[in-house]
């Protein structure tokens, strides 16, 4: 018996910062082209954020000597300001993630459905450092 279940993956920061700025360098373009990348021979030169429901989001990704690059886009089923978002990517894939504060402080749970062409723990390490040069990014702004 064949199931259409796909899996999930969840990646998980804390970030030394409040909740309203933790929301603002999430998704404020001009913040995401400066944390989203999983290292540091990669880097996004181009961010849009129609921040609603219905609303389209896209990161332009490169490897920074030019050998490869792709689109990273989708459209918003939910946003909650200050507390979720909701997305389904491109390739029909759901994500979603919490924000929650404990004032000074404010974590940031993500889950994603995973892809088949790498293998799970490849985009778990991958998610988690874009989500860990986010934390380094926030903290140091």
Same mark, same amino acid.
């Given at each position: 018996m064949e199931t259409n279940e796909k899996t999930k993956i969840t990646v998980q920061t804390t970030i030394a910062a409040p909740l309203e700025k933790t929301?603002? !360098?999430?998704?404020? @373009?001009l913040h995401i082209v400066k944390?989203?990348?999983?290292?540091?021979?990669?880097?996004? @030169?181009?961010? =849009? #954020?129609?921040?609603?429901?219905? $609303? /389209? *989001?896209?990161?332009r990704m490169e490897a /920074?000597? $030019?050998? !490869? $690059? !792709?689109? !990273?886009?989708?459209?918003?089923? =939910?946003?909650? @300001? #200050? =507390?979720?978002?909701?997305?389904?990517? $491109?390739?029909?894939? /759901?994500? =979603?993630?919490? *924000?929650?504060?404990?004032g000074s402080t404010t974590s940031i749970t993500e889950t994603f459905e995973a892809e #088949?062409? #790498? @293998?799970?723990e490849m985009q778990q390490d991958g998610w988690q450092a874009i989500l860990e040069n986010f934390k380094t990014y926030t903290e140091s702004h």
């Open positions: 929301w603002a !360098f999430w998704t404020d @373009p944390w989203n990348s999983p290292s540091q021979d990669w880097h996004t @030169p181009a961010a =849009e #954020n129609d921040l609603r429901r219905g $609303g /389209k *989001f896209l990161s /920074k000597d $030019g050998s !490869f $690059g !792709f689109d !990273f886009w989708g459209v918003y089923d =939910e946003v909650v @300001p #200050n =507390e979720r978002i909701a997305y389904t990517i $491109g390739d029909g894939r /759901k994500t =979603e993630i919490i *924000f929650s504060s404990t #088949n062409e #790498n @293998p799970v």
